[in-house]
C-alpha cells in the first residue's frame, strides 16, 4: 500500500490569484506569478529563498524559453521579461499584441510548447462573454490564434507521448483535446465535461507518471487523469478551497508545486483556509 504524499506551505503568503507554476533548472526554482496583485515570485527550494518582482499590470503566465530568457503573456500582449534585483520593476519589451484585444480582455494562463513556443489563453476579465482565444507566440515572435470561443481559459497541458494538446474552458467545466502538430484553427474534442459537483478545472500539467494532473477551483483537489480515457486515476485534497495549477519540478522533478488564490473568498472561507494563497509543494507521489 503506497504512502499519502507530503503536503507543505512551501511560501505561506495571501496570492489574490496565484497561478502560472513553472520550474526553471536556470534559476534552480519554481517561477509563478499573482495575476491580481500583479507580480513574479521566485522560490528556491534547496535553500527555501523566495523572490519577487511587482508588475505595472496584470500577468497571466510566465515561461522560460530554450535559451533561459523570459516570456510572459501580460495583461494586453506578449512580452520579454529581464529580472533585475529582486523589489524592483522587471524590464519588459512588448513582442507581440493580439488583433481586437479589448481593454476589458486580458491574458490568463499558458505554458511553453515541446517546440518552443508560448500557448497562452485571453479572457473577459468581467467574465461575462466568451470572447477568449488561444495564441501561440512562435519561438520567432509571431502570433497565431489556435481556438476561439472561450470563456476561461486555462492550461494548456502537453502530453508529447501521445502527440495532444488540452485546453481548458473553467466556466464550462470542460476540458478539450487536439492534435498537437494540428494546425490553426485547432479541431477540439471534449475529452471530459465535469460535474457541477467536482468544481472546475483550472491550471495543469502532464506529469512524470503520465497523468494528466488538474487542479480544481473550488473543489479543493487535484486530480489526475488518465490521459487517454479522462478517467480520474487519482486525487489529492489540498487544504485550500481553490487550488489554480500545479507543475512537477525540484531537483528530481518528481516534487509537485500547486499554486492557489484567496480572491473572492469569504472572512469565514478564509478563517477556515487560512493558507489560501500560498504556494504549495507535494511530495512522495508515489508512481501508479
Known amino acids: ?32 506569478v499573482d495575476i491580481k496583485k500583479p507580480a513574479i515570485h521566485l522560490f528556491r527550494p534547496k ?18 524559453r530554450p535559451d ?6 501580460l495583461e494586453d500582449g506578449f512580452y520579454a521579461v529581464s529580472l533585475p534585483e529582486p523589489g524592483t520593476m ?48 512562435s519561438p520567432d515572435n509571431n502570433l497565431s490564434t ?20 488540452f485546453l481548458n474552458d473553467s466556466a464550462r467545466q470542460i476540458t478539450y483535446v487536439a492534435p498537437l502538430d494540428q494546425q490553426a484553427p485547432l479541431q477540439l474534442s471534449v475529452f ?17 507518471d503520465g497523468l494528466l494532473w488538474v487542479a480544481f477551483w473550488d473543489g479543493a483537489c487535484l486530480r489526475g487523469l488518465d490521459p487517454l480515457s ?9 487544504p485550500v478551497p481553490r487550488p489554480t495549477s500545479c507543475a512537477f519540478g525540484g531537483e528530481d522533478g518528481k516534487s509537485l508545486y500547486v499554486t492557489s488564490a484567496s480572491i473572492g473568498l469569504s472572512d469565514d472561507q478564509l478563517a477556515g483556509a487560512p493558507l489560501s494563497g500560498s504556494l504549495f509543494e507535494i511530495t512522495g507521489l508515489s508512481p501508479n
Not at 535553500?47 to 522560460?64: F, H, N, R, Y
Not at 507581440?96 to 499558458?110: E, Y
Not at 492550461?155 to 508529447?160: E, R
Open 1 to 32: 500500500m503506497s504512502k499519502e504524499p507530503l503536503i507543505r506551505a512551501a511560501w505561506q503568503t495571501r496570492s489574490v490569484l496565484g497561478e502560472g507554476p513553472v520550474w526553471s533548472p536556470h534559476h534552480q526554482g519554481l517561477l509563478w
Open 47 to 64: 535553500t527555501d529563498e523566495k523572490q519577487s518582482w511587482p508588475l505595472p499590470q496584470m500577468i497571466g503566465c510566465l515561461a522560460v
Open 68 to 73: 533561459n530568457t523570459l516570456v510572459a503573456a
Open 90 to 137: 522587471p524590464t519588459l519589451e512588448k513582442l507581440a499584441t493580439p488583433a481586437n484585444h479589448a481593454s476589458h480582455m486580458r491574458f490568463n494562463d499558458g505554458k511553453l510548447a515541446p517546440d518552443g513556443s508560448l500557448w497562452a489563453g485571453s479572457m473577459d476579465n468581467r467574465e461575462q462573454e466568451a470572447t477568449g482565444a488561444w495564441y501561440r507566440l
Open 146 to 165: 489556435m481556438a476561439t470561443d472561450f470563456m476561461v481559459t486555462n492550461g494548456p497541458a502537453f502530453d508529447p507521448a501521445n502527440n495532444r494538446v
Open 192 to 208: 471530459r465535461q465535469f460535474e457541477p459537483d467536482d468544481g472546475y478545472p483550472d491550471g495543469m500539467t502532464v506529469g512524470p
Open 230 to 238: 479522462g478517467k480520474t486515476v487519482r486525487q489529492i485534497h489540498m
